[in-house]
C-alpha cells in the first residue's frame, strides 16, 4: 500500500512524502531525494535524528551527530544557536525554540529566553538576587535561571 502526502515548503518547492508500507520488510527505511541540501532538507534530518536521540550541528566547517545526553546547554546569541557539550561549541541551524520542543521530553528546560540546559547535568543550585537561581552544570559552567523560568525548574526539581 502507498500513501502519498504533498506540501509546499518555506521556499516555495512542493515537498512529496511516499509511505510505502510493505509487511515484508524487517527495517524502516528513510530516503531523502532532492536538488540539492537546503536548510528544510537539514532541519528534517536534524528531526529524525532525534529518533536517536540525537542531534546535527556544525564545527569548523564540518557537520557532527551529537548525542543528545552529552549536550549540557543551549544558548542563543545574535540570532545563533549555539550547542554546549563538555568538549566543545556546535553551531545549530535551528531556532532555540524548534530545539525546546524537539528535547523537552529529554530532560531539557528553559533556563531563559536564550538558554536551554539538561536537567540531569546540574551539579548545584543558588539562590542569586531578584528570585534568579544561578546553577552550576556538571563541567563548572554556571547559567542564569531568570526568574520567569525559576518557578517551573524549582517545580522539576520537586523543591
Same mark, same amino acid.
Given at each position: 500500500m502507498t500513501a502519498m502526502l504533498l506540501f509546499a515548503s518555506k521556499g516555495g518547492c512542493l515537498l512529496k512524502i511516499e509511505i510505502n508500507i510493505d509487511n515484508t520488510l524487517t527495517d524502516t527505511n528513510i530516503t531523502v531525494s532532492c536538488k540539492r541540501i537546503t536548510p528544510e532538507i537539514e532541519k528534517l534530518i536534524t528531526t &529524525?535524528?532525534? $529518533?536517536?536521540? #540525537? /542531534?546535527?550541528?556544525?564545527?569548523?566547517?564540518?557537520?557532527?551527530?551529537?548525542?543528545?545526553?552529552?549536550?549540557?546547554?543551549?544558548?542563543?546569541?545574535?540570532?545563533?544557536?549555539?550547542?554546549?557539550?563538555?568538549?566543545?561549541?556546535?553551531?545549530?541551524?535551528?531556532? &532555540?525554540?524548534? $530545539?525546546?520542543? #524537539? /528535547?523537552?521530553?529529554?530532560?531539557?528546560?528553559?533556563?531563559?529566553?536564550?538558554?536551554?540546559?539538561?536537567l540531569k547535568l546540574i551539579k548545584s543550585l543558588r539562590t542569586d538576587i531578584d528570585r534568579r537561581i544561578r546553577v552550576t552544570m556538571e563541567n563548572g559552567e554556571q547559567i542564569i535561571v531568570s526568574r520567569q523560568y525559576a518557578d517551573g525548574l524549582r517545580s522539576k526539581l520537586g523543591l
Open positions: &529524525l535524528r532525534m $529518533l536517536d536521540r #540525537q /542531534l546535527t550541528a556544525v564545527k569548523d566547517g564540518a557537520t557532527h551527530i551529537i548525542d543528545i545526553s552529552k549536550i549540557i546547554y543551549i544558548e542563543s546569541v545574535d540570532r545563533k544557536t549555539f550547542i554546549y557539550t563538555c568538549e566543545n561549541v556546535y553551531e545549530s541551524n535551528l531556532r &532555540l525554540y524548534e $530545539l525546546e520542543q #524537539q /528535547l523537552e521530553d529529554y530532560g531539557f528546560f528553559r533556563a531563559s529566553k536564550s538558554c536551554l540546559a539538561q
